[in-house]
C-alpha cells in the first residue's frame, strides 16, 4: 500500500521555524516529483514547493522562495520542509503529494498528482 504520511506540524511564533516531514512507502519513488501544498482555512490548496526526486531540482512558491527548504533523505525515503522566518499567513494544513514522472516546475499546478498524504496543520501565531 502507498503512502504518504506528514509529520511534524505545530504552533509556532512568527519568526520561528518548523521542519516537516512526508515519509513515503510502498513503491519506488525515484523518478516522482514531490511537492508541497498547503490550505488555509476558506481557501483554495496552493503550491508551496516541490522537488524532482532524482536530480533534486526545485521549485518555489514566491510567498515561500528563501523561506523555505525542500530536501529529500534518499536512505530514509523521506522528503522534507524546511519552514524558517514563519509568518502568520504561513498557518495551514501542508499536504505532501507525489506525481510519478513528474517535474518540479509541473508541479505548480496540481493536476496528475497519484498519491496525496493526509496533512499536517502549522498554526504561526503573531
Known amino acids: 500500500q502507498v503512502q504518504l504520511v506528514e509529520s511534524g506540524g505545530g504552533l509556532v511564533q512568527a519568526g520561528g521555524s518548523l521542519r516537516l516531514s512526508c515519509a513515503a512507502s510502498?513503491?519506488?519513488?525515484?523518478?516522482?516529483?514531490m511537492g508541497w501544498y498547503r490550505q488555509a482555512p476558506g481557501k483554495e490548496r496552493e503550491f508551496v514547493g516541490a522537488?524532482?526526486?532524482?536530480?533534486?531540482?526545485?521549485n518555489y512558491a514566491d510567498s515561500v522562495k528563501g523561506r523555505f527548504t525542500i530536501a529529500i533523505d534518499n536512505a530514509k525515503n523521506t522528503v522534507y520542509l524546511q519552514m524558517d522566518s514563519l509568518k502568520p499567513e504561513d498557518t495551514a494544513v501542508y499536504y505532501c503529494?507525489?506525481?510519478?514522472?513528474?517535474?518540479?516546475?509541473?508541479?505548480?499546478?496540481?493536476?496528475?498528482?497519484?498519491?496525496w498524504g493526509k496533512g499536517t496543520l502549522v498554526t504561526v501565531s503573531s
Open positions: 503529494a507525489a506525481r510519478l514522472y513528474g517535474t518540479a516546475q509541473a508541479m505548480v499546478v496540481p493536476i496528475g498528482i497519484n498519491y
Open positions: 510502498g513503491r519506488t519513488f525515484s523518478s516522482a516529483a
Open positions: 522537488m524532482k526526486w532524482s536530480d533534486h531540482s526545485t
